[in-house]
């Protein structure tokens, strides 16, 4: 059994930052990459940001310059930091880790953490 518990949302103003945080437990052989998307209600899941096991990073565009993802590989941990937020920030963040459950790589599955709320507001 997998999971990711994400941490770290909450309420900001506009130009202020969050730190996000998710950690994986439970029986992980290896975590290949890892990742943020963000949704807001009535729209689709949206990708924000994913960091490879190596640690090449891919950034959406309206987050480039702004948030940085990176990745604890011991802890099994990524982060996502948040700076210069706006309102259309917006958004409840999910977490995303494509982790390897046993020895055979058809044991490589893709696990969602619950969420967390973001609201950027004044």
């Known amino acids: 059994q997998v999971q990711l518990v994400e941490s770290g949302g909450g309420l900001v103003q506009p130009g202020g930052s969050l730190r996000l945080s998710c950690a994986a437990s439970?029986?992980?052989?290896?975590?290949?990459?890892m990742g943020w998307y963000r949704q807001v209600p009535g729209t689709e899941r949206e990708l924000v940001a994913t960091?490879?096991?190596?640690?090449?990073?891919n950034y959406a565009d309206f987050v480039k310059g702004r948030f940085t993802i990176s990745r604890d590989i011991a802890k099994n941990t990524v982060y996502l930091q948040m700076d210069s937020l706006k309102p259309e920030d917006t958004a409840v963040y999910y977490c995303?880790?494509?982790?390897?459950?046993?020895?055979?790589?058809?044991?490589?599955?893709?696990?969602w953490g619950q969420g967390t709320q973001v609201t950027v507001s004044s």
């Open positions: 439970g029986t992980i052989f290896s975590i290949n990459n």
């Open positions: 995303n880790a494509n982790i390897l459950v046993g020895t055979s790589w058809s044991q490589l599955y893709d696990y």
């Open positions: 960091i490879s096991s190596d640690g090449r990073t």
